[in-house]
């Protein structure tokens, strides 16, 4: 199994809404990532987690709680967002974050914000 | 301050004609390059990596070639098909060992045409 799994596809929430994003995978791996991709845009890195522990937040708003429950399971948890916070958010694992093999990434979930 | 440029932003060929697809990094010190595919709304699908030592290296009709000394890749597609329109992400890992450690290029945007 070399998947990488996000749930929902797609996400249409307002501004006052409260949803979360889910990403699992079962490969073992245990560097696991959320990055963010704007329309023609490479992705942005989020939050970073190494051995179920956050280690890289790359400054981002708290609007956007990240949670990693066990080595398998990555939420991204949303509050209070902003239309400007429409995206693809992607969920990213490898092996650890020092192994130089292959990043595998989710379909990522589309994310609309009226 | 690391950093991937890919050329040309975008390129639109006919079904069955070879294309070639340019990136130049500023990474250091340079641990691999991977080629992704991404299909629109979906998440990247590596295609090949390749470290320092490899010059060339084909996967089915792609073709990546690294020179380390000028610090160029290019992705080569031949006999291009409607399933190759995809935005292709150069990304290139420096050997920091920081989960920080991958430069995403802004990616050719290709279009095969029938």
């Keep these: 199994d070399t998947e990488v ?24 791996h245990r560097a696991m990532y959320w990055y963010k991709q704007k329309a023609k845009k490479p992705p942005e890195l989020m939050f970073v987690y190494s051995y179920e522990k956050l280690s890289i937040n790359e400054s981002v708003p708290s609007r956007f709680s990240p949670e990693c429950p066990n080595s398998s399971l ?33 379909e990522g979930s589309r994310l609309t914000v009226l | 301050k690391n950093q991937v440029e890919q050329s040309p932003q975008s390129l639109i060929i006919l079904e069955g004609k070879n294309c070639t697809l340019q990136c130049n990094y500023t990474v250091s010190p340079f641990s691999n390059l ?51 329109s995809a935005s292709y992400i150069c990304v290139v890992r420096d050997l920091s060992g920081s989960a920080r450690q991958l430069t995403f290029g802004s990616g050719t945007q290709l279009t095969v045409l029938p």
Excluded at chain 1, 75 to 85: T, Y
Excluded at chain 2, 67 to 77: G, M, N
Aim: aromatic letters at 6%; glycine letters at 8%.
């Design chain 1, 5 to 28: 799994t996000q749930t929902p596809k797609h996400l249409v929430m307002g501004m006052t809404n409260k949803k979360s994003l889910k990403c699992e995978q079962h490969m073992g």
């Design chain 2, 34 to 84: 991977r080629w992704y595919k991404q299909d629109t709304g979906r998440g990247p699908v590596s295609l090949t990596i390749m470290t320092f030592s490899e010059n060339t290296k084909s996967n089915g009709r792609y073709t990546a070639t690294l020179d380390a000394d000028t610090k160029q890749s290019s992705l080569h597609i031949t006999a291009s098909q409607l399933s190759d």
């Design chain 1, 74 to 106: 990555l939420n991204l948890h949303l509050h209070a967002l902003q239309p400007e916070d429409s995206a693809l958010y992607l969920c990213a694992s490898r092996l650890t974050t020092g192994n130089t093999g292959e990043l595998f990434f989710g």
